[in-house]
């Protein structure tokens, strides 16, 4: 069955960096794009970036553009999210997904917490 399994993430003050790593399991991994969104505290969840299965094209939610980086290693059927330059407002659970055979599937989700 598709598991997606999450580590990484912690207190980090801000303008720290960390990063999130996303390891996948039951599918091809290399076919599909995958997926990190978030919950702020109070809020929905906010889509946060994307890498494709062709030529790993990424997109990024104008929040974190230019800050955050996700990349991925089919090798290793890992993505991973590398969060620099944090803010207190990028406290928030984060969580890696991707859509597999017309079903969403979420990682167990990670907490980043923003923080002096």
């Known amino acids: 069955q598709v598991q997606l399994v999450q580590s990484g993430g912690g207190l980090v003050q801000p303008g720290g960096s960390l990063r999130l790593s996303c390891a996948a399991s039951?599918?091809?991994?290399?076919?599909?794009?995958m997926h990190w969104y978030r919950r702020l505290p109070g809020e929905g969840p906010e889509w946060v970036a994307t890498?494709?299965?062709?030529?790993?094209?990424?997109a990024y939610a104008h929040t974190v553009k230019g800050r955050f980086a996700i990349a991925r290693d089919n090798s290793k059927n890992t993505v991973y999210l590398q969060m620099n330059s944090l803010k207190p407002e990028d406290t928030a659970m984060y969580y890696c997904g991707a859509r597999v055979q017309r079903q969403d599937y979420w990682g167990q989700g990670t907490q980043v917490t923003v923080s002096s």
């Open positions: 039951g599918f091809t991994f290399s076919h599909y794009a």
């Open positions: 890498i494709s299965s062709v030529n790993d094209h990424t």
